[in-house]
Every structure is written in structure tokens, then in C-alpha cells.
């Protein structure tokens, strides 16, 4: 099973170690049906190479699922979706970083004294799997 992490405040999928930028759907579009038989509707669409992936919420239990369609838009695959809030930003980046990439991350936001050399990794981790630290700090 493959980790994907929807970041909501952010509109960015992480997938297969890396993030990929996606456009939120604005109106109440159907998006499936859910497991407890709940009707789903679109978040957000997001464009991988020749693969598409449409992440829904379900109005009844809230559970979040990705759907990866091939090029020729037929379903390949159905899995559930960790979902990062605004309130959840600090608790995954904790889990991105070390403890003294995130503290230089979190004082640099706060127009605070940091650790230059922890601040560099983490703006380079971060950067590496596709998120812009200006962007990511923007929500601490």
C-alpha cells in the first residue's frame, strides 16, 4: 500500500515520496460512493504524468479516498487518504523532520533566532519532495 497524504491548506497530494500540486474542486460535485454507503463528493483533482488522481470526502462518515484513472480515465485504483488540515500542518511536519530541522522551520516563521544549518536541511527535505518552504511556513 502506498502512503498518500492529501495537504489540504496546501493543495498538494503526497505520493510516492513526493508532492504533486493539484486544484481544488468549488462546486458539490458527486464522487463515488462510499464503503458505509455514503454519497462522496470531489475535493480535489490532481495530474500525475498519464495518471489522474480525484480525491472525494464522504458527507457521512468523513472518510477520504484517492481514485487513480489511467489516461483513457478508466479507474486503476481505490484507496483511503490521510488528510492534513491546517491543525495537522505541525504534527506532519514534525513527522517529515528532525526535531532541530523543525524548530529552526518553526523560529524562522516566527521572525525568530534559528539554527541557520537545520533551517537549510529543512527548506532542502522539504524541497525535494516538492513543497516551497515560503508557502509551507505561510501555515505555521
Not at 481544488?24 to 475535493?43: A, I, N, R, S
Not at 458527507?59 to 484517492?66: D, P, T
Amino acid at each position: 500500500m502506498i502512503l498518500m497524504i492529501l495537504i489540504e491548506p496546501l493543495t498538494k497530494f503526497f505520493v510516492d515520496g513526493h508532492v504533486v500540486k493539484g486544484e481544488k474542486v468549488k462546486q458539490k460535485v458527486f464522487g463515488g460512493f462510499c464503503t458505509c454507503g455514503g454519497v462522496m463528493y470531489q475535493k480535489s483533482w490532481f495530474r500525475e504524468g498519464n495518471f489522474y488522481i480525484l480525491v472525494s470526502e464522504c458527507e457521512k462518515c468523513w472518510r477520504n479516498e484517492a481514485m487513480a484513472f489511467n489516461g483513457s480515465k478508466n479507474l486503476i485504483s481505490r484507496d483511503e487518504v490521510r488528510v492534513i488540515d491546517r491543525t495537522e500542518m505541525k504534527k506532519f511536519l514534525k513527522e517529515l523532520l528532525s526535531t532541530s530541522e523543525y524548530d529552526a522551520l518553526i523560529a524562522r516563521a516566527r521572525d525568530e533566532e534559528y539554527n541557520y544549518n537545520a533551517f537549510s536541511r529543512a527548506k532542502k527535505k522539504l524541497e525535494d519532495i516538492g513543497l516551497e518552504v515560503e508557502e509551507v511556513m505561510s501555515y505555521l
